[in-house]
DNA sequence: AATAATCGTGGGTGTGGACCCACTATAGGG
DNA sequence: CCCTATAGTGGGTCCACACCCACGATTATT
């Protein structure tokens, strides 16, 4: 095992950094995988998150909040509208907004989505035990609100 | 600040692996940044790095350790031999192959930019005390050698 | 020798992400 | 009213990443 051809050089598994950017990595890869086989994609679950976290948004307004472009945000609510997970409705005071509201399918539809994410972070996860797992949890989330977290 | 319109939904902050993910996003992202202001990308510091950890390899066998495609480390090793972190030279039992032997040049290249790392690292890792990054850090360690390490 | 296998390499492809511009419809200010 | 600003949207661009194929050079096999 020292002469492992497939091993990573050590110096630069010393630098978090890089593990962080390693692990997130196949953390992502993984989670898109599984959504990919329900035609969706991260942002999609953002997406139903946001709506159901904190109630209808403009398209612009979740736009914002997720840091999506509008346009791209756009192109997302046609498929989640199609696929009958949420309503666009003219706001009838400003008729230039649309108005996205998460439906009872789309709801539910988190709600699997949710638990499917929860699978395949039992896999990442599957090293660590609870106590680690509530650790790693706190330690991402300090990182996470330290920078940029309104991207 | 109850009503911040840029916060994230909640219930995916829940989700440790969509923290990894989007934590290791940015982490990529600052890394990748800081290297190409020189020029280089994170596979260029990988290479680097696994040549001073475990000396020449033929292409062939980088690419396998990293993970790489060899045509793409073809291309890779060509930007570092021409400027001169690497030599390439054609090994004379197999003609077919070319042996990549870092250079003095390369060896100070890679001092520098895990300096650079490093100094992103410290700004990711702000929100964290000493012992707090030691722990993440094998917690993070755990979860590489746990699944996809060969990748 | 002749044939098969291997290394490097050039030149692709497909996908996803982020971004951006022009345009319509609508609203609001003077 | 006219002019400016804004919401949504269609249609792009650009870049990174991963992958893949074909080919020349070389080596191994028989």
Known sequence: METDPTAAPPSLLELTA?????????????LAERLAADGLRLFHLAM???LAD???HTQRDLARRLGLDPSD???AADQLAAAGHLDRTRDPADRRRLTLTLTTAGR??????TAEAEAVQAELLAPLDAAERVQLHA??????GGSGNGN
Chains 1, 2 share one sequence.
């Open 18 to 30: 890089y593990l962080l950017s390693r692990v997130g990595k196949t953390a992502r890869g993984r």
């Open 108 to 113: 539910t539809r988190l709600a699997e989505l």
């Open 73 to 75: 945000l756009a192109k």
């Open 54 to 56: 904190f109630g209808p």
């Open 139 to 144: 330690l991402l989330l300090r990182l996470y």
């Open 48 to 50: 139903l998150a946001a």
